[in-house]
């Protein structure tokens, strides 16, 4: 009798979900679900997962798995549940869940030669080096000499083969010992203010009980919110329990591990895409073995196989780096949601802005609502002045992107503090344009303009990664000279080096951060002291704890809401009260500059006064007003191809039979908006088209969604694409 099991191929195989395949007998009694396998898929032999048990055999019979690769299973049983609950939430298979969070190889671990003696009493001539490797063999015992080990102690190679040859010794390979973390000195534990104490009181009340829960963490910039994940981390150590902790950038998981290794020690693993493929699977196998109880990390750590999991925390939850852009289009954050709810676990979501979702959750009371007025230190958030920019004059010096009163406050803090200069624009010009033609350098692959990248020489698409060099003469007329337009932080950080040549000047974004180890160099002179100005992207306005800074300078507030995106206001919000929270936290008082072009802007009025609370009551009405979330759902279908006009034929009739699909599940004439181009119509030589979908009904969106689906079949390459993204985040 056959014994069926579905398997998700790693990576899946496109257009199918999971295969059915059959166990031999003697395999039997190791197969389970989450374990992975060897199979047969089609002329090849693939990895897979074990996602449970079939009921009946594919057409034509089941071919039999060839090898068991695992004693215990490698997803285990709440990793598998989670995943199905991410395959029907997403509209996604479960093979393309499963291979989100397995890869296709797990490296085997590396290994190492080993020496180990023999015969203990041979003789050896005395002085010789045979005489010195056996003395140092001796010494080992029975967990003998690594090569490595051998040449520190002075053993020679020679020395070591010839009394293998001898019999004296024998050569063994094992696995190579992971390299211990460097001992973290440990963190002095600050006195927990009132509500820090409040706070931690609620989150322990939560892990004691059978239930779990969620939570909200809302606190001021610097009201010290991770003093209360750690505080109440420790009580789920204590109580048996694991611990997550999630960053929404690599950036600021080191500062992180820091702090909790200085707490936890040598239990902290630390999971994130900058990690190569051995250092990831060797701390996976850490957290599944339990040996790593707490795990720090970026958003796939949610899929961290924690067992008895009792404490998931979210910082910087509206962040959106949370959400996954390509492949599974995951948010990281509502998965933290759920797989606490089925871990009956507890999650807490901390933000000094959280998102408009959340907070709304929290008001309707699904989330316990926790806040942090103040911060701990002596002084009060940092004062912020707008500068209004339609005033100024216009300066032809190397500071024009400054205002007078901008340099003015540079040159102030200069002997003062540190001061953090922002502009969320990469790359040392927006583009090059021909002075001649007018003929702005572009992309050959995408709708947009080459960024300039002078210390490079070259012109670089952020989307696609195209390069090329930068070009004497205009490319189209070729005989116009090309012209930068547009400053980015590249720009501003030279220009801060000629006006201030004896300053320290330092620059925090992807292009600076792109070496090994740039980053986190780039910081930890920032955090000395031994960094003046900073020059900085979005990187650099979340979670660092710098107590130097006492001067934050936004040169361009305006750049984050002159996009089509209904979030484009909430965004600017939380941005400019993010990177103004980062002066002011070490013993001087800090300041901010804010330079605008839209002053009376409600995002940046009620970011100039720290009140989330009035602007998110605000926002909350328009969104209501309009339809969008939190008082609906979204579904962005987008379709792609070679061909626009196939494409855009494709969308129009996708969107078509849609509204009439939408009728008759009872929903309203707005359910189905476009179809349109998307502001950025063609990415890496594809064109694109969207429809969104809109309704507070979810399941009837998502039948509405899965109808789309079905109407746009898997075809070959030259047929159009559909990418349904629930939820979605952007819309270019």
Not at 122 to 149: F, I
């Amino acid at each position: 009798m056959e014994a069926l099991v579905e398997i998700a191929p790693v990576p899946p195989v496109p257009r199918h979900d999971l295969l059915t395949y059959d166990v031999p007998a003697l395999l039997r009694s190791r197969v389970q679900p989450g374990v992975r396998v060897r199979i047969p898929l089609g002329r090849q032999v693939r990895t897979g997962v074990v996602a449970g048990f079939a009921t009946s055999s594919p057409p034509g019979g089941a071919r039999s798995i060839l090898e068991v690769l695992d004693v215990d299973p490698f997803l285990p049983a709440d990793l598998l549940e989670l995943a199905r609950w991410t395959a029907r939430y997403y509209l996604a298979s479960l093979a393309e869940v499963i291979a989100a969070i397995v890869p296709a190889g797990v490296p085997s671990p590396a290994r190492e030669r080993v020496f180990r003696l023999v015969d203990r009493d041979a003789p050896m001539p005395r002085g010789s080096a045979r005489a010195r490797a056996h003395a140092a063999l001796v010494a080992a015992g029975e967990a003998g000499l690594a090569a490595g080990e051998a040449r520190a102690a002075g053993v020679t190679a020679a020395a070591l083969r010839a009394l293998v040859a001898a019999g004296v010794a024998e050569a063994v390979a094992r696995d190579r010992a992971r390299v211990a973390d460097p001992p973290t000195e440990a963190s002095p534990r600050p006195v927990l203010t009132a509500a820090q104490q409040t706070a931690v009181g609620a989150i322990v009340a939560r892990l004691a009980g059978s239930d779990g829960g969620s939570l909200l963490l809302h606190g001021v910039t610097g009201s010290g919110k991770t003093e209360v994940y750690l505080a109440a981390a420790e009580r789920a150590l204590a109580a048996g329990r694991a611990v997550i902790m999630l960053v929404p950038e690599i950036a600021l998981t080191h500062q992180l591990v820091e702090r909790v290794r200085g707490r936890f020690g040598a239990t902290t693993a630390v999971l994130h895409s900058g990690l190569g493929p051995r250092e990831r699977w060797t701390e996976w196998r850490r957290i599944a073995a339990g040996e790593a109880r707490v795990v720090v990390g970026a958003r796939s750590a949610v899929f961290a196989p924690a067992a008895r999991l009792g404490l998931l925390v979210v910082d910087e939850e509206h962040d959106p780096a949370y959400k996954q852009e390509e492949g599974l289009r995951y948010n990281a954050r509502d998965l933290s949601v759920v797989r606490a709810r089925l871990a009956r676990a507890v999650v807490v979501l901390a933000s000094a802005t959280p998102s408009a979702e959340t907070y709304h959750a929290a008001r309707e009371g699904r989330h316990v609502l926790l806040e942090l007025h103040d911060r701990p230190t002596a002084h009060a958030l940092p004062a912020v002045e707008l500068v209004d920019l339609r005033t100024r004059q216009r300066d032809a010096a190397e500071m024009r992107f400054f205002s007078a009163r901008l340099r003015a406050a540079v040159e102030a803090n200069l002997g003062r503090g540190q001061t953090l200069v922002f502009l969320n624009r990469r790359g040392f010009a927006v583009y090059l344009q021909c002075t001649a033609c007018g003929t702005a350098v572009s992309c050959p692959h995408c709708s947009v303009t080459l960024a300039w990248h002078r210390a490079a020489g070259a012109l670089v698409c952020h989307h696609c990664r195209h390069t090329r060099r930068t070009p004497a003469t205009c490319p189209e007329c070729r005989h116009g000279a090309l012209e930068a337009f547009g400053a980015g932080t590249e720009q501003i950080e030279a220009a801060l080096r000629a006006c201030y040549p004896v300053a320290s000047v330092g620059r925090l974004d992807r292009d600076a951060a792109r070496r090994p180890g740039a980053q986190r160099r780039i910081l930890e002179a920032w955090r000395a002291g031994d960094t003046d100005i900073l020059v900085g992207t979005q990187m650099v306005s979340k979670g660092h704890d710098v107590p130097g800074v006492t001067l934050v300078a936004v040169l361009l507030a305006d750049l984050s809401l002159n996009v089509p995106d209904f979030r484009a206001a909430e965004r600017t919000f939380q941005l400019l009260v993010q990177v103004a929270g980062r002066a002011g936290r070490g013993d001087e008082p800090g300041s901010v500059v804010v330079q605008t072009f839209r002053p009376t802007h409600p995002s940046l009025a009620a970011a100039a006064g720290h009140d989330y609370a009035g602007f998110m009551a605000g926002e909350l009405a328009r969104r209501r007003a309009l339809g969008y979330p939190p008082f609906a759902r979204l579904v962005n279908l987008r379709l792609d191809g070679r061909d626009p006009a196939a494409v855009e034929r494709s969308a129009r009739e996708v969107a078509a039979r849609l509204r009439g699909r939408a009728r008759t599940l009872g929903l309203g004439e707005d359910a189905v908006l476009g179809p349109a181009p998307p502001p950025i119509e063609r990415v890496r030589g594809r064109y694109r088209w969207q429809v969104l979908l809109r309704s507070a009904d979810v399941r009837a969106l998502r039948a509405l969604a899965r109808h789309a689906r079905d109407l746009v079949p898997a075809g070959g390459s030259a047929a159009p694409r559909l990418v349904i993204d629930v939820d979605p985040y952007t819309m270019f």
